[in-house]
């Protein structure tokens, strides 16, 4: 990669019309998640809406709006399915995208809702059956293709959460207390839980937007904290870097991107 950066949409200003490139605009913007043909699925916090961004043409058009409330992560696997945490309700909303990811020159639909996790306005945690569950605050999400399952980052609730491919929600590591213990499931802490990564053995990368770290979990439930020091928010680069309030976080082969706060 070049390094250069280029905008492939949106005016810089807020609004929420669909357009071409730089005519297009967009509230605030929480996550991002790139499909195998090269579409962009943007979550559009403000607005309440799912876009969608054809990168060949730069065209931005809305998928959908209905039930979304301050959307906010996103996430998309090789089936086409898509997971989006609707923050606003305390839910995660599954789509499927048809036609399914591939090199099809036909733009994605997502003509039904598949299933929603979470009770509607639960901001508790209760773990169970899709329809029983609370979330309490979902931000990141992340496909596991290790397990099949989704992760869910618990921003409030100071957890990471797990949905399994039969539809259990349960707590795969963090007591609730903010903090930066290490530890094995509900015996370890997180501290306000942005972002989350999945990767392809099953361990999760966590962005800790307070704590200041990148926290590692294992599929058994193991976590550790592997770069920056807990509470000490800073933008230091090198071997041994600190962050700044990380919000995002993303694996390129073996290597972690992170973004932070400014």
Not at 140 to 153: E, H, N, Q, R, T
């Given at each position: 990669a070049s390094g250069v950066v280029t905008t492939i949409a949106g005016t810089g200003g807020s609004g929420s019309t669909d357009a071409l490139g730089a005519m297009a605009s967009f509230g605030s913007l929480y996550g991002l998640a790139a499909d195998a043909a090269g579409y962009l699925y943007v979550p559009d916090h403000d607005n309440?809406?799912?876009r969608l961004i054809d990168t060949s043409t730069g065209l931005v058009t809305t998928l959908t709006a209905a039930g979304l409330t301050n959307p906010a992560g996103i996430a998309v696997n090789a089936a086409g399915d898509l997971f989006v945490a609707n923050l606003g309700t305390h839910t995660v909303r599954a789509y499927k995208v048809t036609p399914a990811p591939t090199a099809s020159p036909t733009a994605p639909t997502i003509p039904a809702l598949t299933w929603t996790a979470g009770t509607i306005a639960g901001t508790g945690v209760v773990e169970g059956s899709l329809?029983?569950?609370?979330?309490?605050?979902?931000?990141?999400?992340?496909?596991?293709?290790?397990?099949?399952?989704?992760?869910?980052?618990?921003?409030?609730?100071?957890?990471?959460r797990?949905?399994?491919?039969?539809?259990?929600?349960?707590?795969?590591?963090?007591?609730?207390?903010?903090?930066?213990?290490?530890?094995?499931?509900?015996?370890?802490?997180?501290?306000?839980?942005?972002?989350?990564?999945?990767?392809?053995?099953?361990?999760?990368?966590?962005?800790?937007?307070?704590?200041?770290?990148?926290?590692?979990?294992?599929?058994?439930?193991?976590?550790?904290?592997?770069?920056?020091?807990?509470?000490?928010?800073?933008?230091?680069?090198?071997?041994?870097?600190?962050?700044?309030?990380?919000?995002?976080?993303?694996?390129?082969?073996?290597?972690?991107?992170?973004?932070?706060?400014?």
């Open positions: 309440g809406k799912l329809a029983v569950a609370q979330l309490g605050d979902p931000t990141g999400v992340a496909c596991d293709p290790f397990s099949g399952d989704i992760a869910l980052a618990g921003y409030q609730k100071n957890n990471i797990r949905v399994t491919r039969n539809g259990r929600v349960s707590t795969w590591t963090g007591s609730g207390a903010a903090g930066s213990a290490t530890g094995l499931g509900l015996a370890a802490e997180v501290h306000i839980p942005h972002d989350l990564t999945v990767a392809a053995n099953g361990d999760g990368y966590i962005a800790e937007y307070y704590g200041c770290v990148i926290s590692k979990v294992t599929p058994a439930g193991s976590k550790t904290n592997v770069a920056g020091t807990p509470l000490a928010c800073a933008h230091v680069p090198g071997a041994t870097p600190n962050f700044y309030k990380p919000t995002g976080v993303a694996l390129f082969g073996n290597k972690l991107t992170v973004n932070e706060f400014a």
